[in-house]
């Protein structure tokens, strides 16, 4: 008897220790998915099917980024602009650093004064400057990439994954119904924490963190592939909550080589929190295979959120 109620006893622990168990198989032109996993303190079967066009379609989402090819393209434009402004051209700085470029006049000196020349100059200069910086990000948006700007100064070139949130909304239809049929009575923190919990135990490329960006992947091709980087368990979850509860407010927060979501729902007194734009926003990780808690990260990446140091969008 005693045997048997210690065997009681220990069966909670043994099913919080389940790990995640996916099976995917082909039907017909469907591709079926079969999750099995412990969240809210019990067992969970979630099943869903995406037909192969959407999840074709969901991949094709992200360009391939050349940054070789970008930069000379983005160098060619600025040439052309400053021939048409003097003329003058461009040479690059040390080490052929394109973004460190010296511009010369083609006019003799004898032509300008010396301080009209040199004034000339350095206001071409700085228009030269803005110009790049317009035009390569409207270069990268084109291609589905974004530019953003660390508190550092350091320029971080990301997928646009907002733009990814909304263009996945239609192709993850049929994954929110099957989460609302499994949660129907759920509340909207214990929805979060469900999806947390799933996406917390979808793996991460080996080398997602020493490389990063590298391994981003779209929403559907994330789950076929079981495996992405932090990026990319953040655009399923933002994916997912836009599409349940389009009335919560969203940030994707950028730190250095690691992508957060914040949201604007309730927190606890010892949850973390960030305020942007004079609204609070509960922060989360749902890349982190140790599984905290809505308002819960790694101590490295809580101290970039206490001194301001990440790059954010809102939506």
Same mark, same amino acid.
């Given at each position: 008897?005693?045997?048997?109620?210690?065997?009681?006893?220990?069966?909670? &622990?043994?099913?919080?220790?389940? $790990?995640?168990?996916?099976?995917?198989?082909?039907?017909?032109?469907?591709?079926?998915?079969?999750?099995?996993?412990?969240?809210?303190?019990? #067992?969970?079967?979630?099943?869903?099917?995406?037909?192969?066009?959407?999840?074709?379609?969901?991949?094709?989402?992200?360009?391939?980024?050349? $940054?070789?090819?970008?930069?000379?393209?983005?160098?060619?434009?600025?040439?052309?602009?400053?021939?048409? /402004?003097? $003329?003058?051209?461009?040479?690059?700085?040390?080490?052929?650093?394109?973004?460190?470029?010296?511009?010369?006049?083609?006019?003799?000196?004898?032509?300008?004064?010396?301080?009209?020349?040199?004034?000339?100059?350095?206001?071409?200069?700085?228009?030269?400057? /803005?110009?790049?910086?317009?035009?390569?990000?409207?270069?990268?948006?084109?291609?589905?990439?974004? &530019?953003?700007?660390?508190?550092?100064?350091?320029?971080?070139?990301?997928?646009?994954?907002?733009?990814?949130?909304?263009?996945?909304?239609? !192709?993850?239809?049929?994954?929110?119904?099957? &989460?609302?049929? #499994? &949660?129907? /009575?759920?509340?909207?923190?214990?929805?979060?924490?469900?999806?947390?919990?799933?996406?917390?135990?979808?793996?991460?490329?080996?080398? /997602?963190?020493? #490389?990063?960006?590298?391994?981003?992947?779209?929403?559907?091709?994330?789950?076929? #592939?079981?495996?992405?980087?932090?990026?990319?368990?953040?655009?399923?979850?933002?994916?997912?909550?836009?599409?349940?509860?389009?009335?919560?407010?969203?940030?994707?927060?950028?730190?250095?080589?690691?992508?957060?979501?914040?949201?604007?729902?309730?927190?606890?007194?010892?949850?973390?929190?960030?305020?942007?734009?004079?609204?609070?926003?509960?922060?989360?990780?749902?890349? !982190?295979?140790?599984?905290?808690?809505?308002?819960?990260?790694?101590?490295?990446?809580?101290?970039?959120?206490?001194?301001?140091?990440?790059?954010?969008?809102?939506?």
């Amino acid at each position: 008897m005693a045997k048997c109620y210690m065997l009681l006893l220990l069966l909670p &622990l043994a099913l919080q220790a389940r $790990p995640l168990s996916v099976q995917q198989q082909n039907a017909g032109d469907q591709r079926q998915y079969s999750y099995h996993f412990m969240a809210l303190e019990r #067992e969970v079967k979630l099943q869903f099917s995406f037909s192969h066009s959407s999840i074709r379609r969901n991949s094709n989402l992200v360009q391939v980024y050349v $940054p070789e090819v970008m930069a000379q393209q983005v160098w060619a434009e600025l040439q052309q602009q400053a021939r048409a /402004a003097g $003329p003058y051209r461009l040479t690059p700085g040390p080490g052929r650093d394109l973004t460190n470029f010296q511009l010369v006049s083609a006019q003799r000196p004898s032509q300008q004064m010396p301080n009209q020349a040199n004034t000339a100059q350095q206001q071409l200069r700085q228009q030269l400057l /803005a110009f790049r910086t317009e035009y390569q990000q409207h270069q990268l948006k084109a291609a589905g990439y974004q &530019l953003l700007q660390l508190p550092d100064n350091r320029q971080q070139i990301t997928v646009d994954h907002v733009s990814i949130v909304e263009q996945s909304l239609t !192709d993850i239809r049929p994954l929110t119904a099957a &989460l609302h049929s #499994e &949660l129907l /009575a759920g509340n909207q923190r214990q929805f979060v924490q469900f999806l947390l919990t799933w996406l917390q135990q979808i793996p991460p490329h080996p080398t /997602a963190q020493r #490389e990063y960006g590298r391994y981003f992947k779209p929403p559907l091709t994330l789950l076929a #592939e079981h495996y992405g980087d932090s990026a990319s368990n953040v655009v399923l979850l933002a994916t997912l909550l836009r599409s349940s509860l389009p009335h919560i407010k969203q940030a994707i927060l950028y730190l250095p080589e690691h992508t957060l979501l914040a949201l604007a729902i309730a927190a606890g007194p010892d949850e973390l929190t960030v305020n942007l734009e004079g609204t609070t926003y509960l922060v989360l990780d749902p890349s !982190d295979p140790r599984q905290p808690g809505l308002g819960a990260v790694a101590t490295p990446l809580q101290l970039y959120i206490f001194n301001q140091f990440f790059a954010y969008r809102l939506f």
